[in-house]
């Protein structure tokens, strides 16, 4: 995920269309790891409007990324439909939090699961997150429904792109293969290794949400084994081993 300078601010002609009205944007305390260094986009926001995020979640998950309006969600959250465009500017404004949110939560999840670990990450720590990140089933299907949606909707589709940036640096330390997160972010090696697991972790996540007999723990598995040689690999050109 990007930092809150790379990332299009809400009210700096991205999705919104115009300035988000509400409490000024707030830092999340840990800025020394990706993933937790962005906006923080529910803790930053008034109780009325983390309600209204809340409602546009369940209103996803109910009647998808078409049944997503202004209207459903106010009626969803118990409130004016005015308070909608209040704290969001547009439905477009809430789109671009929802997504923004659904990354954030992620990422702090993936870090704070290897922090109780051993904290150099390793592709088993890798794979145990590909399957509690499967296993939410909802999670998924909100994720996907705004994903596909990101296809047809280019600002939608630059910003999750935008995400997926670092997102793909977290994956290549969670697995282990590189030290310390680089100002400059990583080369064109560890960059491709990042997409990669990244689309396995997709991958695997889309054929369990649709279907619910995936063999989830046998495809893992089969992850682990076709990823040890490849991954051993790419550590040896990683900065940390560079360096040593």
């Excluded at 145990?128 to 949606?149: N, P, T, Y």
């Excluded at 296809?151 to 977290?170: F, G, K, S």
């Excluded at 590189?178 to 491709?192: I, K, M, N, Q, S």
Aim: charged fraction near 20%; charge should be negative.
């Amino acid at each position: 995920m990007p930092t809150a300078a790379d990332a299009p601010a809400h009210g700096e002609g991205g999705m919104a269309g115009r300035p988000r009205r509400g409490r000024p944007r707030k830092q999340v305390t840990d800025a020394g790891a990706p993933g937790l260094s962005i906006e923080n986009p529910t803790e930053s926001l008034p109780e009325s409007a983390r309600s209204i995020l809340a409602a546009a979640r369940t209103v996803l998950a109910e009647r998808g990324f078409e049944g997503l309006t202004i209207e459903a969600v106010a009626n969803q959250a118990n409130v004016s439909r005015t308070l909608v465009p209040y704290h969001f500017g547009s439905r477009a404004g809430l789109v671009a939090i929802l997504i923004d949110s659904l990354f954030h939560d992620a990422a702090v999840g993936i870090w704070r699961r290897q922090a109780s670990g051993s904290g150099c990450g390793s592709l088993p720590d890798f794979l145990e997150m590909v399957r509690l990140e499967a296993e939410d089933v909802r999670g998924q299907k909100d994720f996907f429904e705004l994903i596909v949606c990101a296809l047809r909707e280019d600002l939608l589709r630059q910003r999750v792109a935008a995400l997926l940036v670092e997102y793909r640096q977290i994956n290549v330390r969670l697995a282990g293969v590189a030290g310390e997160l680089r100002p400059e972010g990583d080369g064109p090696r560890l960059t491709a290794v990042g997409a990669v697991l990244q689309a396995i972790a997709d991958g695997l996540a889309l054929q369990a949400a649709l279907d619910p007999g995936f063999d989830l723990a046998g495809a893992i598995a089969a992850a682990e084994e076709l990823m040890s040689a490849a991954l051993g690999s790419a550590a040896a050109d990683s900065p940390a081993a560079q360096s040593s």
